[in-house]
């Protein structure tokens, strides 16, 4: 898939916002010591997803009630959904000088059309040596769902069925989309964030990208 970016500007693609708080202390000891075991940004960007893929338990998988959103609280509690799983990721990869991006697919609840869809949240990371932006997906393995660190061919947790409604959007995004946030924000525990999910990315957002 061709991704498209929100902003050709790549500092958009580093900030330190309030939901990826790469400035946050807790975040930056762990970037401090990605750092200093790797020396290359593929090496890099590489140790930052295996952490939050494998060191960061999913909520629903664990079936937790703890909503978590910014990075710094993801990594505080350990845990969050495939969203607060991105924005930790996001964080640790901006604060190694690496461009990263927020995308999305629109997948089934529960593995049929009649369950419903949700939004799944995934990140992009641009590689300068190799010119282009890379798929990471760091929701964290579960029977039948196994997401690896490739740049050859992307290794991504779901495989997007269309004829079944769902869909693999190209966007990168520079920031978390505000009604995945606010979906978030609202919920009182994540049995409701599970329904409470944004279905599909408005028109709205996706105008910003044909300006």
Known sequence: MELIVEQADSNSYLASTEIVDVQDPTVQAIIADIRSRTDSDVARAQAAFEYVRDHIQHSFDVDSDVVTIRASDVLGQREGICFAKAHLLGALLRGLGIDTGFCYQRVMRKGTPESGFALHGLNAVYFRNLNRWVRLDPR????????????????????????????????????????????????????????????EISTQDTARFFR
């Not at 029977?143 to 740049?151: T, Y």
């Not at 079944?164 to 966007?171: F, K, N, S, V």
């Open 140 to 199: 964290g393995d579960k029977p039948g769902v196994h997401s690896e660190f490739s740049l050859a061919t992307e290794r991504l947790a779901y495989d997007i069925h269309p004829e079944l409604g769902e869909i693999d959007y190209p966007y990168v995004f520079t920031e978390p989309l505000e009604a995945v946030v606010q979906s978030m924000t609202q919920s009182a525990d994540c049995k409701e964030l599970f329904y409470a999910r944004p279905s």
